[in-house]
């Protein structure tokens, strides 16, 4: 993986600017033809983002052409990845260091230490969260204090640069984060509650504190997903533009992943307008709305999603990979999207608030549909079935973390129109 550089960026959006010169020079002295930009989602640390680049980049020099100079970045920024997660074919030291038993109401000491470091102002609020999952009491009011102090952690002062960034197809905050809170924890207990014994009080108790820590995880997702966002628009999207100042001949190639998804996608949005440097954006398990895209919303005419039209950006297609495997996506994604006001049944909730690394593009004209496998088209936007080769992992995530395969490495290529060897 052979030349590597890397961007890391604040919560804000701020680059580390001698890495970014670093880039530029580089990039030009290496005669770089064609420059792949992974963006990492939720992880813990920087070692896993880049383990995460070593094993998806690893098939890439092999299969291109004699004339083909890659390149690549790694994109480092602050997200947190829950310790109880598994990440396929990563050692456990990697994936699920020292985390609690699955299923188990707490807050184990390497996700209070990610949490910590992601919110690095609240460790009273976190001292506290850690101290009520742990009591999993049944007296309400500390579920409902439970529920406050997951909002205030996640919650941004109103001059904050990364704000606005959080919704893709409307604007307000979660229904998770202002619903009920006993109501809420009841929400995300029953979706991953697969036991089916009878609800015993003990059970009932625990049960509902399982809810309570899904909150705590999709809550801190809800501010990963915010944060990508403006980092994409504030921070990658300049830094190509620059680079297509500079190194006008380089053709660059966006993949993200999870909200690296997001992040390379808003990169999109924050681009100078004439560049056309951008020759491919590949999605995988992209944790954000089917609606993104989308010129028209379906449950309203007169707005589309966040980023319609942006598509248009790239000189070449648009791919989004998914999974139905996927069950952060397709289980816990929309209930935790939906926002507050919204009357949506838990009928059609799916189909309103789905993610676009779940059941691909929605609602943008022109969208073509594919297996994994088949001819990938070079222009527009594509969806990519990716469910064969992107099906293992445990709970509650599924999938969502399964994309080092040569497959989807090779829908990169052919939609870079990356000369193979």
């Not at 929605?362 to 079935?385: E, F, K, N, W």
Request: with cysteine.
């Amino acid at each position: 993986m052979e030349p590597y550089w890397e961007l890391t960026f604040d919560a804000d959006g701020d680059v580390d600017t001698a890495q970014r010169e670093e880039l530029l020079s580089g990039a030009e002295r290496e005669r770089v033809t064609d420059l792949l930009v992974f963006a990492h989602g939720w992880n813990n640390e920087q070692r896993d983002a880049r383990r995460l680049y070593e094993r998806f980049f690893a098939p890439c020099q092999a299969m291109s052409g004699a004339r083909v100079r890659l390149g690549y970045v790694g994109v480092l920024w602050p997200a947190i990845r829950f310790a109880d997660e598994p990440i396929p074919d990563f050692p456990p030291s990697a994936a699920t260091p020292a985390a609690a038993p699955p299923g188990e109401p707490v807050l184990d000491e390497v996700t209070r230490e990610a949490l910590a470091r992601a919110f690095p102002e609240h460790h009273a609020e976190l001292d506290r969260i850690a101290e009520l999952l742990a009591e999993h009491s049944d007296v309400p009011s500390r579920l409902y204090e439970f529920g406050r102090l997951v909002r205030d952690l996640v919650s941004l002062r109103e001059s904050h640069p990364a704000r606005h960034f959080g919704e893709d197809t409307g604007a307000g905050e979660p229904a998770m984060l202002t619903d009920d809170a006993i109501e809420v924890c009841e929400m995300f207990a029953a979706v991953l509650d697969t036991e089916g014994a009878p609800e015993l009080f003990g059970r009932l108790r625990k049960r509902l504190w399982n809810g309570a820590h899904e909150l705590l995880r999709q809550g801190t997702y809800y501010a990963m997903k915010r944060r990508a966002g403006a980092i994409g628009q504030l921070g990658l999207g300049p830094a190509i533009g620059l680079l297509a100042r500079d190194v006008p001949t380089v053709r660059v190639h966006l993949i993200g992943h999870s909200f690296g998804a997001r992040l390379v996608s808003y990169a999109l949005r924050g681009m100078p307008a004439d560049v056309r440097t951008v020759k491919s954006t590949t999605l995988l398990q992209g944790a954000f709305s089917h609606y993104a895209f989308a010129d028209r919303l379906p449950q309203d005419a007169t707005r589309g999603g966040a980023l319609h039209g942006i598509q248009r950006r790239i000189d070449g297609p648009l791919i989004s990979c998914y999974s139905r495997h996927d069950d952060a996506l397709g289980k816990l994604y929309p209930l935790a999207s939906k926002l507050a006001g919204d009357s949506t049944s838990f009928l059609n909730l799916w189909e309103r608030w789905g993610a676009i690394g779940y059941d691909g593009i929605q609602a943008v004209d022109g969208t073509q549909r594919i297996t994994l496998g088949h001819a990938v088209p070079t222009t527009g936007c594509v969806s990519v079935d990716a469910a064969a080769v992107v099906r293992r992992g445990g709970p509650p995530s599924g999938a969502h973390s399964d994309i080092c395969h040569q497959e989807l490495a090779r829908v990169v290529f052919t939609a870079g129109r990356i000369a193979s060897a």
